[in-house]
């Protein structure tokens, strides 16, 4: 499968082939128009909703006309289909909840039904997933009538909601860190990987690796962006790399990096979306903030990093991060080589559509939107 496969619309969520259904309810509150698709919203993973949609000749997206009611899931539904989506080697479940959770509601959100008796099943066919889920119409009691109600009356046995949708592998690897087990790495590069032009947002121009990784652009080189997280601190780190695209549109895997690599603690790629929410900036200053390797060399001295500054700047090529780090013994080749403390310049960018892919966040899509505008 090629990269422009990928079934994901402009604001980075899944489009399933799929549909939903169920009967005609008494007041014809819950219309459900013809569809093809399911919507399934990656950010939080907790709705789901009819669409019909169709693939953007510019961009290569998706562009999605969401019809009907939304599905709004119990948190256990949610967590596992969202875990089997993100999953290295998914696994066919079966899965019977009886508690209540989720709500079917209504396209103008003016009246919902409590919805129980939930049960998922999940099918795994050459890393093609096939999700099917069902859950009955409760019936509610007059007490607690607000906004919710007995749409379908009281019937026996109860009504209930059928979503049928698949999800393909190379789906998975542009939104998810999944290998794409098709792709022969053997396979040279159909070209080097150049910067996107500042016209669009192009599914082809995603920087993202037949594993799943993804990268950022710098002058001449890709830097695979790596965050190693725990319960305590984020750690980023750069890692340098000269790489091209395969036929089938994913990055190659590059098999060794292009020094300095650059461990960065304290913040990750999430503090980068969040300054551009606000500040725009930020400055570490007094402390140990990660460590620089700058060459394959055995006898080089620590070099640590004691302040950084970051700036971010959100424009028609996508997300640019400059980052100035102060280093302990920063190598100068020159009339005096030696390593000395002094700063370290340098600048990643994450191109329009590995955003939508990987950062669907609100407020950067809105920021690609008002662009878009001011283009035209």
């Known amino acids: 499968m090629h990269l422009r496969d990928a079934r994901v619309d402009l604001e980075g969520r899944i489009v399933g082939l799929g549909s939903m259904t169920y009967p005609k309810d008494d007041a014809d509150a819950f219309r459900l128009p013809a569809h093809d698709n399911i919507c399934v919203d990656v950010r939080d993973g907790s709705t789901l909703r009819a669409t019909a949609s169709s693939r953007d000749p510019e961009s290569g997206f998706l562009v999605s006309a969401l019809v009907g009611p939304l599905v709004i899931l119990p948190k256990l539904i949610k967590a596992v289909i969202l875990e089997t989506l993100r999953a290295y080697q998914p696994t066919p479940l079966r899965l019977q909840s009886t508690d209540e959770g989720g709500q079917l509601v209504a396209e103008g959100f003016a009246q919902y039904q409590p919805l129980s008796d939930w049960r998922l099943e999940i099918d795994v066919d050459q890393n093609c997933l096939q999700f099917r889920l069902s859950a009955a119409l409760r019936m509610i009691k007059p007490s607690e009538l607000r906004g919710a109600g007995n749409y379908w009356g009281t019937p026996e046995p109860a009504v ?157 090529s996508g997300l640019t991060v400059t980052y100035h780090l102060f280093v302990t013994n920063l190598w100068h080749q020159g009339g005096e080589s030696s390593y000395r403390p002094d700063w370290l310049d340098g600048a990643f960018a994450l191109p329009w559509p590995t955003i939508v ?8 899509l809105s920021w690609r939107r008002r662009i878009e505008r001011r283009r035209a």
């Open 160 to 316: 209930r909601i059928d979503i049928v949708f698949t999800v393909d592998a190379v789906t998975r690897t542009a939104l998810f860190t999944v290998p794409l087990t098709a792709t022969a790495e053997s396979t040279a590069p159909r070209s080097l990987l150049t910067p996107p032009l500042a016209n669009g947002v192009r599914l082809d121009d995603a920087t993202i690796d037949s594993r799943g990784r993804l990268y950022a652009l710098t002058a001449g080189v890709a830097v695979q962006l790596v965050e190693l997280s725990s319960t305590d601190i984020a750690t980023l780190v750069l890692e340098h790399y000269s790489v091209g695209r395969l036929p089938n549109g994913v990055l190659a895997s590059p098999p060794y990096p292009v020094y300095p690599r650059i461990w960065l603690d304290a913040v990750d790629l999430a503090t980068m979306m969040r300054l551009c929410d606000g500040a725009s900036s930020m400055d570490l200053k007094d402390g140990s903030f990660g460590h620089l390797q700058q060459d394959r060399e055995s006898d080089v001295p620590t070099q640590s990093i004691e302040k950084a500054s970051f700036r971010v700047r959100v424009d028609e």
């Open 357 to 364: 892919l990987r950062f669907p966040r609100r407020h950067l």
